[in-house]
């Protein structure tokens, strides 16, 4: 079974841009979170999507939002880049009734 | 709310070396617990887990006991290898209104040494 996979792998923007990362679970799992890594922040929660919906969200500005499909992928976007949106972002799925989530390998996004 | 406290490293120890990590939790109820490890450029692979009080989570020589009684978690090996190099996180997902919210510890740096 193939794992949880996100695109594109790295990203360089300037800020004041806006960015979208892509996230496609594992096949079966209908829960996609989101996280953001920083070494200052360490891992933060920025939301979670079951069957479409947002379930579940972190302290972090409207600039950040998602969105989920009717077949599971998951996109979150970040507008109008501040160079401290730097980071890795990761992706996490879960299966229905299943508490442990599966990471992708991130998409490192630069903002200079 | 809920939150992990986890041991800061770095941890810098020579192959064959016993390895300890401390982690405890505060939460209501009773939480899920685990342990994750990433490596340098890669995500977070689960390492173990454990769902209940006194349950023992267990995957390559890794272990955690989930005592609910000290609210912790720890993870121990008892003789690391050069490829354990990695740095190692504890989370906990809670119940109810944030079931689908992993809180994480800051991350433990291990190093080994051969």
């Known amino acids: 079974k193939a794992g949880v996979t996100q695109t594109p792998r790295y990203l360089i923007k300037t800020r004041g841009q806006q960015v979208t990362l892509s996230c496609s679970p594992i096949?079966?799992?209908?829960?996609v979170s989101w996280y953001q890594q920083t070494p200052g922040q360490g891992l933060q929660f920025l939301f979670e999507?079951?069957?479409?919906?947002?379930?579940n969200k972190g302290n972090f500005p409207g600039r950040f939002s998602g969105r989920q499909f009717s077949n599971s992928r998951s996109e979150m976007n970040v507008s109008t880049l501040e160079l401290g949106d730097s980071a890795l972002y990761l992706c996490?799925?879960?299966?229905?009734?299943?508490?442990?989530?599966?990471f992708g390998p991130g998409t490192r996004l630069t903002v200079l | 709310g809920d939150s992990v406290t986890q041991m800061e490293g770095p941890v810098t120890l020579s192959e064959e070396a016993f390895l300890t990590i401390n982690c405890t939790y505060t939460?209501?109820?009773?939480?899920?617990l685990f342990w994750y490890v990433q490596y340098p450029g890669e995500g977070l692979q689960l390492l173990l887990k454990?769902?209940?009080?006194?349950d023992k989570g267990s995957n390559k020589g890794f272990e955690a006991t989930y005592r609910k009684e000290t609210t912790s978690f720890h993870l121990e090996k008892g003789s690391v290898q050069v490829s354990d190099s990695a740095v190692y996180f504890c989370?906990?997902?809670?119940?109810?209104?944030?079931?689908?919210?992993?809180?994480f510890g800051r991350g433990t740096q291990l190093t080994v040494w051969p």
């Open positions: 996490a799925s879960s299966a229905p009734l299943e508490n442990e989530q599966f």
């Open positions: 096949s079966g799992h209908r829960s």
């Open positions: 999507y079951f069957s479409e919906t947002q379930r």
């Open positions: 939460a209501t109820g009773y939480p899920s």
């Open positions: 454990a769902t209940k009080a006194d």
């Open positions: 989370a906990l997902r809670g119940r109810g209104s944030t079931l689908g919210r992993l809180y």
